[in-house]
């Protein structure tokens, strides 16, 4: 079993999500996460997907997905180099000062930003890698009581090859 | 031009050439049927049920090739065809369903009649949408009908909001297909194909594996032409049996559960196994970490997704069987191996099916006599002891299709299915053999063969007994035989094993009910009597027929392969 990263490119129409998904849930493939947006073509959607799988099951669930009248195209980036980051909120609520300015120091090592604050605690935004956000999570878990954390998903995209630059 | 929606939905079906539509009419489909009601070209039969009617659309696709059309209402019509669309689905059998649906307003409203179809059936057709918008209806249905038959067949569900049914709009009916993230597989790669041929010539103990596949793709004179040349032998699955005559010198018999003993042998010792158009499913791989342990494998066909799912494949091949064997013949050499041959014709000496009660009405010889009155028939099974018999029995040519619910096992298939057949294929004899269970499944659509007037044969091999999963209590949970009787009534005593002995009379009577509906009825109780059953049933041209065989009740199906074993360690006899 390993983690690993795909995307699709799909009709953008209504029922496209809860078929894809439908696969995942109907024949008990792992799936990690899942994020959706539209591209530059608004009739086509690009979903990155993150499965737990083996190798043949890796393989089983792209020809699956092609299958599909609606996906248009699916891009495996197991062996590509790609951009990838995930959006993480995160609020640490303290009324304590030393450990507010704790929170402060540790977005900052982590490239996080603190957003917003009141009283009873401060926002931290973190546009990292997924394993990054886990890190923090961790991290921050383990220091403050707490917490509450809302997390996006990765959006992936490949990176621009060798031979243009 | 403007037309209402309704018109538009007529004339693409007429430009797809349907020429006959299985319709159940209701308060959302109303205005689709009155345009249906004012034309000629499409004639609408009405069953008796939804899933009677999909079942009879698909054995009107089976038996004819072509796409079966199904119109129903929304809510209740569109749920009934459930069952019908998996069976079709799992079968590859190309249909077009359209259901009725609450005008868009409703939509989401729980109103009277609306379920989500397209949300329930995702999973079990190859594709089903909801038409939103009027000016997309004649794209819609012409996509469907491309995507029913194109590449791998299966189910399309269309669903039409009332609203859309009844606004005018412009139609293109002659802007051709094209569908983004759908482009079927038409070419084979003949690097692929030449090194599968090489394997083949270099093999010591090779066999063909045909599944469905070769008669989807109507390649049974193509692959007959194969065999000749190259003389290696042929083992079937249930739904590719008849793709090469069973007569045929190098045809051994059927893989699987319930296959022979030679096949199952072949495939366990084989060196180089080369499958064609099936998906080895669980009932012929039995234990996967024993099946054709010694082989190398080829598998050729036409989704990708198919290949190297169950089974570990070595040379996969991704294209239609037709183009594939085509490509093989241009390539092939004599492979015979003289000893291998030998070893095969050996094993089919040491076992042959047989009943255990040979004596009597035993299935073997009715099914032996359907062999030879319906040589150039249509023979239509449902699902059940009975379907096991007559694809280990039925001698066949590939003049002769055999229409059976294979990947899902419906019972209540058979009945429905025989008359879509007969109403595709008028000119061919039909006959369908069921059991008593399943042939109760679907009992009221003997009155749309009745009105139809098709003179189908409906034999019932009466055991009084759920027989299949009967026989696997027998087996396997000391012949505990809970909810498989069909004789049992409630006064009744628990635990009876005196079979025959003061039990209840058959409800219902066969004959009677033949009788009441207008068919006519005949019993057979004696083997002496099964010819001149079916010479009194192939004279009655007007009204269906029902025979029933009253068969002996604890006959099994044998050689069974028990569960978790595998191909070689087969149940022979008990």
């Given at each position: 079993?390993?983690?690993?990263w795909?995307?699709?490119?799909?009709?953008?129409?209504?029922?496209?999500?809860?078929?894809?998904?439908?696969?995942?849930?109907?024949?008990?493939?792992?799936?990690?996460?899942?994020?959706?947006?539209?591209?530059?073509?608004?009739?086509?959607?690009?979903?990155?997907?993150?499965?737990?799988?083996?190798?043949?099951?890796?393989?089983?669930?792209?020809?699956?997905?092609?299958?599909?009248?609606?996906?248009?195209?699916?891009?495996?980036?197991?062996?590509?180099p790609?951009?990838?980051?995930?959006?993480?909120?995160?609020?640490?609520?303290?009324?304590?000062?030393?450990?507010?300015?704790?929170?402060?120091?540790?977005?900052?090592?982590?490239?996080?930003?603190?957003?917003?604050?009141?009283?009873?605690?401060?926002?931290?935004?973190?546009?990292?890698?997924?394993?990054?956000?886990?890190?923090?999570?961790?991290?921050?878990?383990?220091?403050?009581?707490?917490?509450?954390?809302?997390?996006?998903?990765?959006?992936?995209?490949?990176?621009?090859?060798?031979?243009?630059? | 031009?403007?037309?209402?929606?309704?018109?538009?939905?007529?004339?693409?079906?007429?430009?797809?050439?349907?020429?006959?539509?299985?319709?159940y009419?209701?308060?959302?489909?109303?205005?689709?049927?009155?345009?249906?009601?004012?034309?000629?070209?499409?004639?609408?039969?009405?069953?008796?049920?939804?899933?009677?009617?999909?079942?009879?659309?698909?054995?009107?696709?089976?038996?004819?090739?072509?796409?079966?059309?199904?119109?129903?209402?929304?809510?209740?019509?569109?749920?009934?065809?459930?069952?019908?669309?998996?069976?079709?689905?799992?079968?590859?059998?190309?249909?077009?369903?359209?259901?009725?649906?609450?005008?868009?307003?409703?939509?989401?409203?729980?109103?009277?009649?609306?379920?989500?179809?397209?949300?329930?059936?995702?999973?079990?057709?190859?594709?089903?949408?909801?038409?939103?918008?009027?000016?997309?209806?004649t794209?819609?249905?012409?996509?469907?009908?491309?995507?029913?038959?194109?590449?791998k067949?299966?189910?399309?569900?269309?669903?039409?909001?009332?609203?859309?049914?009844?606004?005018?709009?412009?139609?293109?009916?002659?802007?051709?297909?094209?569908i983004?993230?759908?482009?079927?597989n038409?070419?084979?790669?003949?690097?692929?194909?030449?090194?599968?041929?090489?394997?083949?010539?270099?093999?010591?103990?090779?066999?063909?594996?045909?599944?469905?596949?070769?008669?989807?793709?109507?390649?049974?004179?193509?692959?007959?032409?194969l065999?000749?040349?190259?003389?290696?032998?042929?083992?079937?699955?249930?739904?590719?049996?008849?793709?090469?005559?069973?007569?045929?010198?190098?045809y051994?018999?059927?893989?699987?559960?319930?296959?022979?003993?030679?096949?199952?042998?072949?495939?366990?010792?084989?060196?180089?196994?080369?499958?064609?158009?099936?998906?080895?499913?669980?009932?012929?791989?039995?234990?996967?970490?024993?099946?054709?342990?010694?082989?190398?494998?080829?598998?050729?066909?036409?989704e990708?997704?198919?290949?190297s799912?169950?089974?570990?494949?070595?040379?996969?091949?991704?294209?239609?069987?037709?183009?594939?064997?085509?490509?093989?013949?241009?390539?092939?050499?004599?492979?015979?191996?003289?000893?291998?041959?030998?070893?095969?014709?050996?094993?089919?000496?040491?076992?042959?099916?047989?009943?255990?009660?040979?004596?009597?009405?035993?299935?073997?010889?009715?099914?032996?006599?359907?062999?030879?009155f319906?040589?150039?028939?249509?023979?239509?099974?449902?699902?059940?002891?009975?379907?096991?018999?007559?694809?280990?029995?039925?001698?066949?040519?590939?003049?002769?299709?055999?229409?059976?619910?294979?990947?899902?096992?419906?019972?209540?298939?058979?009945?429905?299915?025989?008359?879509?057949?007969?109403?595709?294929?008028?000119?061919?004899?039909?006959?369908?053999?069921?059991?008593?269970?399943?042939?109760?499944?679907?009992?009221?659509?003997?009155?749309?063969?009745?009105?139809?007037?098709?003179?189908?044969?409906?034999?019932?091999?009466?055991?009084?007994?759920?027989?299949?999963?009967?026989?696997?209590?027998?087996?396997?949970?000391?012949r505990?035989?809970?909810?498989?009787?069909?004789?049992?009534?409630?006064?009744?005593?628990?635990?009876c094993?005196?079979?025959?002995?003061?039990?209840?009379?058959?409800?219902?009577?066969?004959?009677?009910?033949?009788?009441?509906?207008?068919?006519?009825?005949?019993?057979?109780?004696?083997?002496?009597?099964?010819?001149s059953?079916?010479?009194?049933?192939?004279n009655?041209?007007?009204?269906?027929?029902?025979?029933?065989?009253?068969?002996?009740?604890?006959?099994?199906?044998?050689?069974?392969?028990?569960?978790?074993?595998?191909?070689?360690?087969?149940?022979?006899?008990?």
């Amino acid at each position: 079993m390993k983690k690993r990263w795909m995307s699709l490119y799909v009709e953008n129409e209504v029922g496209v999500l809860a078929r894809v998904s439908g696969l995942f849930s109907g024949k008990c493939y792992n799936l990690r996460s899942l994020t959706v947006g539209e591209t530059q073509d608004p009739t086509i959607s690009r979903m990155t997907i993150c499965v737990d799988s083996d190798d043949a099951t890796f393989e089983q669930i792209k020809k699956q997905l092609n299958q599909f009248i609606e996906v248009i195209k699916v891009v495996d980036l197991t062996n590509v180099p790609v951009h990838m980051k995930e959006i993480l909120y995160l609020k640490i609520l303290t009324a304590n000062d030393k450990e507010r300015s704790f929170a402060y120091r540790i977005s900052e090592v982590f490239g996080g930003k603190v957003v917003d604050m009141g009283r009873s605690g401060i926002l931290m935004e973190c546009l990292q890698t997924e394993t990054k956000n886990d890190d923090l999570i961790r991290l921050v878990s383990k220091e403050f009581t707490n917490i509450e954390v809302v997390r996006g998903g990765s959006v992936a995209i490949e990176s621009i090859s060798i031979s243009d630059r | 031009m403007k037309r209402k929606g309704t018109q538009a939905f007529v004339e693409v079906l007429k430009r797809e050439g349907v020429d006959i539509l299985f319709g159940y009419p209701g308060g959302y489909a109303i205005d689709l049927f009155d345009e249906l009601y004012k034309q000629k070209d499409i004639e609408v039969i009405l069953p008796r049920h939804e899933q009677g009617l999909i079942h009879a659309a698909d054995g009107y696709a089976r038996a004819t090739g072509k796409v079966g059309v199904c119109l129903v209402t929304s809510g209740p019509g569109a749920t009934n065809l459930v069952t019908g669309i998996a069976t079709a689905q799992y079968d590859s059998v190309p249909l077009v369903c359209f259901t009725g649906q609450v005008s868009k307003h409703l939509i989401g409203n729980d109103a009277f009649q609306e379920v989500d179809i397209v949300g329930i059936t995702r999973s079990i057709c190859k594709y089903a949408v909801t038409v939103r918008d009027r000016k997309d209806l004649t794209r819609i249905i012409k996509e469907a009908f491309y995507i029913a038959r194109t590449g791998k067949p299966g189910v399309v569900l269309v669903d039409i909001p009332k609203d859309i049914q009844l606004e005018m709009g412009e139609d293109d009916f002659d802007a051709a297909v094209s569908i983004r993230g759908y482009k079927p597989n038409t070419s084979v790669h003949l690097g692929q194909i030449k090194k599968a041929m090489e394997m083949l010539e270099k093999a010591k103990r090779p066999v063909f594996l045909i599944g469905g596949g070769v008669r989807l793709s109507k390649a049974e004179k193509e692959l007959t032409k194969l065999i000749n040349t190259v003389r290696v032998p042929v083992i079937t699955t249930i739904m590719g049996k008849g793709s090469i005559s069973t007569d045929h010198e190098f045809y051994v018999g059927n893989i699987g559960l319930h296959g022979s003993y030679a096949s199952n042998m072949a495939i366990s010792e084989c060196d180089l196994l080369f499958s064609i158009g099936t998906r080895f499913n669980d009932r012929i791989t039995g234990r996967i970490s024993g099946f054709a342990p010694k082989a190398k494998i080829i598998h050729i066909d036409i989704e990708a997704a198919s290949i190297s799912r169950n089974i570990k494949v070595d040379v996969p091949i991704v294209s239609d069987a037709k183009l594939a064997i085509e490509a093989m013949q241009e390539r092939a050499k004599d492979c015979y191996q003289n000893s291998w041959m030998d070893q095969i014709k050996g094993w089919e000496r040491e076992h042959k099916i047989a009943p255990q009660n040979p004596n009597g009405l035993s299935p073997d010889k009715i099914i032996h006599e359907i062999s030879e009155f319906y040589s150039n028939g249509i023979v239509v099974t449902d699902v059940g002891q009975h379907q096991m018999w007559t694809t280990q029995y039925l001698r066949m040519n590939p003049t002769m299709k055999l229409l059976t619910s294979g990947g899902l096992g419906t019972m209540g298939f058979g009945l429905p299915a025989a008359i879509g057949a007969k109403l595709g294929a008028p000119e061919k004899e039909v006959v369908c053999i069921s059991g008593d269970g399943g042939m109760q499944m679907n009992i009221q659509e003997m009155a749309t063969a009745v009105t139809c007037e098709l003179p189908i044969v409906f034999c019932i091999f009466n055991n009084s007994y759920l027989g299949m999963v009967r026989e696997v209590q027998h087996l396997y949970y000391d012949r505990r035989y809970s909810s498989t009787c069909l004789r049992c009534t409630r006064s009744c005593k628990k635990n009876c094993f005196d079979k025959n002995k003061e039990c209840p009379p058959y409800s219902p009577d066969f004959i009677k009910l033949a009788e009441s509906y207008g068919a006519l009825g005949i019993r057979v109780m004696e083997e002496k009597d099964i010819k001149s059953a079916f010479e009194k049933a192939l004279n009655n041209k007007k009204t269906p027929t029902i025979i029933e065989f009253t068969i002996e009740t604890e006959e099994l199906v044998l050689p069974i392969i028990p569960g978790g074993k595998a191909l070689n360690e087969m149940i022979l006899e008990c």
